[in-house]
Structure formats: structure tokens, C-alpha cells
């Protein structure tokens, strides 16, 4: 096949793939768990901002691009608020949605080594398409290319501006350790994006749910040695959307400071080659807890090894964080919060305040 039949065919793939406007992938819920679930704020200490940026097959014309920049804050009272701002551009249609979000949550503490969280977001969505790129196949000749007009008609609708809302819950556990044991602990969520959408976001007809339904379940465990600088974190993500479904089974080695991801994407829980997507390899840097503040940068790279892998070089993606006040002591007057010092006595120091 031709350079050309292959572009026209990773073409299709994407249209096909985003026609109900899927939300972007990321590669991982620990570097991006606002964005996952709205449950987050309840269960993560003290304030943390977060940015990521992903580019997905950077290879071809139609590379999709997605960036989101994410805050969370526990209040003193126990009340977790976060924020969003996200924009993605998908395909050579340039069809993109910038959006951005307030997400309210309210944890419970069922024991001192156990806490579960309950959250709610509202968004509020835009999203455009650049008709004029728009290519369609009535427009190609067998031979010479792009050469007729399309017979499609263009609707005048260019623009729409969309409501969603969500819901998740997560809870936050630890096993009784003692200070100079391994530590263990963990969290698992489950989380329904896109509730409602309202009015609607759709270009073409009202029959078609623009924005579907998504379903997320994720979870890890944290295994660290009692000087909390080696372990591993196994961890999963699943989400189903539309007819679209992604299962992400991956691995953090931690050797502080530095941490290393390693894992695998396939469409179902089923593995086999039909089914299989990409292996995804990471790499980043966490600083140490200094005056209650902390800094992460991490990549990840998605190597592609589905029919898509000539050509489109894979997926790039970027995370970084800070993270401050983690025990709370400016929300209590230079003292440790009351609120923290029976709190789940999990690791700070690599972030996975999730």
C-alpha cells in the first residue's frame, strides 16, 4: 500500500474513532487524577496544581493534541474543591474543544486507615470545527488525488457551547504498619463522566449523544520500603465510551528520586494481537518534601504496535506538579492541622496523594 492509502486509511481510523467525540487518553491516573475523577479533591492533602499535555501520533497529518491543567485544594473543614482547564484538537478537521470545570467533593473518614470520597463536577464546554479542512471521499479520484468538490453540505453551525456534569467516588486505604516496616497502601475510584450534556453538542442531527457516556475505573497499591525510597506501585485504568473501551495495566518503579513506568494498553481485558494497542514507557522526577512543598516533571512515551504503528511514531506525553501545604500547617496557624494527625499515614514524598 501506498504512503498516501496508508494516510487515508489512519484517516478513517480517526474519524471513525472520534465520531462521537471520545475524550482524549492519557497514560496514566496518577499523573492526571483530577481529570479521571471528580472524587480526587476529597482524598488528596493539601493544594496541588498539575499540567499535562499530550501529542498523540505526532506523525501524521491528523495528530491529536490535548492539554489540561488541573488544581486541587482540601479545605480545613475537610471540603476538597478542584478546577480544570482542558482543550484538545482532534483530526484534520481541526475539531476542538477547550472546556473548563469546577469540581466539588466530600471525604468520609471511615477509620484511621480508611477514607472514602464523593465527588461532583460541573464543566462548561465550547467546542469548534474548521469546516473548510474538512475532506470528504467523494473529492478523490482514484489516480490524481483531491481533485473534485464535495456534494456535502456544509452546515452553517460552526460553534457549540455545551453543559456537562459528573459524578465519582474513591476511597483511600492503608495497612497498620509501624514506623520502621514496609509501607503499604492504595486507592480505587470509579467515576461517570458526562452525565448529562446540556443543551447539546452536536454539528449533525439530535440523534446521535455527542459527548457519550464514560465510565472510568481505576485503582493502585503502593508496596515501599521502610525508608520509603524504593518500591513499586502496580496500577489500572479502564474506561469505556461509546463503543470505545481501554484497559491500562502499568507499573511505577520508584528509586528515588527518580521513578520509571512501564506498561501496556489493549481494548479489552482480553490480550490478544487483535486486541492489543501500545506499551507505554515512562520516566520522571519527584524532589524531596521541603517546607511542606514538593515538585514532580514526568514523560511517557506509547509505543503503538496496533495496524497503526508505521508511521505514526507513537504518542508524547508531558506531566508536571507542585504541591503545597501537604500536611496542612498554614491552615493552621503554623501547627499540623488537627485534621491530618489521625489522617491515613501514607507517603507523601512521591506525590500519589491519589
Request: proline share 5%; aromatic share 14%; with cysteine.
Amino acid at each position: 500500500m501506498s504512503i498516501k492509502g496508508i494516510w487515508i486509511l489512519i484517516f478513517t481510523s480517526l474519524m471513525g474513532y472520534h465520531s462521537f467525540a471520545q475524550d482524549p487518553l492519557f497514560s496514566s491516573t496518577l499523573d492526571n487524577p483530577l481529570y479521571y475523577n471528580p472524587a480526587t479533591p476529597g482524598i488528596i492533602r493539601g493544594h496541588e496544581y498539575r499540567l499535562n499535555y499530550r501529542e498523540q501520533w505526532p506523525g501524521i497529518p491528523a495528530a491529536l493534541r490535548a492539554f489540561n491543567f488541573t488544581s486541587t485544594h482540601q479545605l480545613r473543614n475537610a471540603v476538597g474543591l478542584g478546577f480544570m482547564v482542558m482543550s484538545n484538537v482532534e483530526g484534520e478537521s481541526r475539531l476542538r474543544t477547550d472546556k473548563v470545570e469546577a469540581t466539588i467533593a466530600f471525604p468520609i473518614k471511615i477509620s484511621r486507615y480508611l477514607k472514602i470520597s464523593g465527588g461532583v463536577n460541573a464543566g462548561f464546554g465550547q467546542k469548534t470545527i474548521d469546516w473548510s479542512s474538512v475532506e470528504f471521499d467523494d473529492q478523490f479520484d482514484k489516480y490524481y488525488g483531491k481533485i473534485y468538490p464535495t456534494n456535502f453540505a456544509f452546515p452553517d453551525e460552526f460553534q457549540r457551547n455545551y453543559g456537562d456534569l459528573s459524578l465519582g467516588i474513591a476511597a483511600k486505604g492503608a495497612l497498620p504498619r509501624g514506623k520502621n516496616e514496609a509501607q503499604i497502601f492504595g486507592s480505587l475510584g470509579l467515576a461517570m463522566k458526562h452525565i448529562t450534556v446540556f443543551p447539546t453538542a452536536n454539528f449533525i442531527g439530535s440523534d446521535i449523544r455527542a459527548v457519550p457516556l464514560k465510565y472510568v475505573v481505576h485503582g493502585n497499591i503502593w508496596f515501599l520500603d521502610k525508608t520509603l525510597k524504593r518500591g513499586i506501585a502496580p496500577n489500572f485504568n479502564f474506561e469505556n465510551q461509546a463503543a470505545m473501551s481501554t484497559f491500562n495495566l502499568s507499573a511505577r518503579v520508584v528509586l528515588k528520586p527518580v521513578y520509571f513506568n512501564i506498561g501496556i494498553r489493549n481494548r479489552t481485558f482480553k490480550f490478544n494481537p487483535e486486541e492489543f494497542d501500545s506499551f507505554i514507557f515512562g520516566v520522571g522526577y519527584t524532589s524531596d518534601v521541603v517546607n511542606n512543598n514538593q515538585t514532580s516533571i514526568g514523560y511517557n512515551y506509547d509505543f503503538t504496535t496496533s495496524k497503526l504503528l508505521g508511521g505514526t511514531y507513537g504518542s508524547h506525553e508531558l506531566s508536571m506538579s507542585y504541591s503545597f501545604d501537604i500536611d496542612g500547617r498554614r491552615q493552621a496557624g503554623g501547627r499540623k492541622g488537627s485534621r491530618y494527625r489521625n489522617d491515613i499515614q501514607c507517603p507523601m514524598d512521591f506525590g500519589i496523594r491519589f
